[in-house]
């Protein structure tokens, strides 16, 4: 009988990476190969690499390091490394790894089950790093992480170049997937039982503007929304320079378009935001979320912070305080800038020190703290739909989030519940980060 063949998968970073993970295994399923949790007795290892922080990059490439005795004990075992840090690093990356047999950048995600069949053809090292524009269009399938909740990329790249920002590298320039593609998978994933779909992109409110339409990006949530038996409906990330009304506007009327909002702000200060190159000031984002709450007033709205960058002021970060306080945004996403070579920032002058910027996260991250603990508790006595995530790390306790995306916890008191599960949950207790209720019938 033929020894089954089983790969390894090593995923870090974004969601996007995520989905990448996921198409990995499908096209690996579709070779025959089963999903095995220890990699050192994998067939097939694959790394995907994030290298949006430094830090995050010594991490993985400690990794990769491990899998060098992997090779020694396995001349056989095939090690791809994939993803934004071996876009970035190419050939050199091959050069300090030599137990790597392929190298995939990140436009080559459907491109993976040829390759490796190439390779165990010929057993020639692969580096395959163009960001020449390449088909968008999904191919074949995918392994899910989740039962009930489908990423479903719709559009792959960045053509915004934010001067802390290695994406655009590392990711390509913008393209996206037809409606017709995206719909197809949806409706696939909907026939195997998934009822909650996050639409993926460096920026969402680019989708399709190629074409030209400036309101592509609303009139494809209007679609998806139309599909039978998708219950929930989410999206990230938007970039605030380029939202239109519209997508304000499909969220407030679609009943499966979630009412939640990522804005990511950065920077409050008009000066920052340039240098920043965000294409925004800080007046146009403040009536961007006015006109949120205009037309949907109970959506909840996050965002991305990042305290020190080069140049930044006291009086600029004041200006970043300022627009969290006007905002009230329902949680934050903060973070201490760091240089990340190969980005203009980290050749600017002015770098900001350390210990200046430890001071500023912690006063921001107090304020924020402050605002979402408030704006949790105007919700406790209110009754919420909460889709079944699992057990929590409490014994009798399960976890879940709203619609909004806000996480709840409630005791089973003896309840069976399924993952993917709707329970209505009344709150009786807010927290800065969740809360907590009974489940009702």
């Not at 690499?49 to 400690?62: H, L, Q």
């Not at 409706?187 to 339409?213: I, M, P, R």
């Amino acid at each position: 009988m033929e020894k089954q063949k089983t790969y390894a998968l090593i995923n870090y970073g974004c969601q996007m990476n995520e989905s990448d993970t996921e198409h990995y295994a499908g096209q690996l399923k579709e070779l025959g190969y089963e999903a095995i949790a220890d990699f050192h007795d994998a067939d097939v290892i694959i790394v995907n690499t994030c290298c949006v922080r430094e830090s995050a990059e010594k991490k993985i490439a400690g990794k990769i390091g491990e899998l060098k005795a992997v090779k020694v004990k396995n001349p056989d075992v095939v090690i791809c490394v994939a993803g934004c840090m071996a876009q970035k690093d190419g050939e050199k990356l091959l050069k300090k790894h030599p137990q790597v047999d392929i190298l995939l950048g990140t436009s080559y995600v459907n491109d993976f089950k040829q390759l490796l069949l190439d390779f165990l053809q010929t057993r020639k090292k692969g580096l395959y790093t163009s960001l020449e524009i390449r088909d968008a269009e999904f191919e074949g399938h995918r392994v899910r992480q989740s039962p009930f909740h489908a990423w479903i990329p719709i559009m792959y790249g960045c053509n915004n170049f934010c001067t802390y920002c290695i994406v655009p590298y590392v990711r390509g320039r913008e393209r996206s997937r037809s409606v017709e593609n995206i719909v197809e998978e949806i409706k696939q994933a909907v026939k195997e039982g998934y009822k909650e779909f996050t639409l993926l992109g460096q920026n969402v409110d680019s989708y399709g503007k190629q074409t030209g339409d400036k309101e592509a990006f609303a009139k494809l949530l209007r679609t998806c929304n139309e599909i039978e038996g998708v219950e929930r409906l989410h999206y990230m990330t938007s970039h605030p320079r380029d939202m239109v009304e519209a997508v304000i506007e499909a969220v407030r009327d679609c009943e499966h378009v979630c009412e939640s909002f990522h804005l990511p702000f950065q920077a409050g200060s008009n000066e920052i935001l340039r240098r920043m190159n965000r294409g925004y000031t800080k007046e146009k984002y403040l009536e961007l979320i006015e006109t949120v709450r205009k037309h949907v007033p109970n959506a909840v709205i996050t965002t991305d912070i990042i305290v020190g960058f080069p140049g930044e002021t006291e009086e600029d970060f004041e200006e970043t305080l300022d627009v969290v306080k006007k905002a009230r945004f329902d949680s934050a996403y903060t973070f201490i800038y760091s240089k990340r070579s190969g980005t203009p920032a980290a050749r600017m002058e002015n770098q900001v020190p350390l210990d200046v910027k430890k001071d500023r996260l912690n006063r921001l991250m107090a304020l924020q703290n402050e605002i979402s603990l408030a704006n949790h508790e105007k919700m406790v006595g209110d009754t919420v739909e909460v889709m079944a995530d699992g057990p929590s790390k409490h014994p009798g306790v399960w976890n879940g989030r709203t619609r909004t995306g806000i996480l709840v916890l409630w005791p089973t008191e003896g309840k069976t519940y399924e993952l993917g599960q709707k329970v209505n949950v009344k709150i009786d207790t807010a927290q800065t980060w969740l809360l907590k209720g009974k489940a009702i019938d």
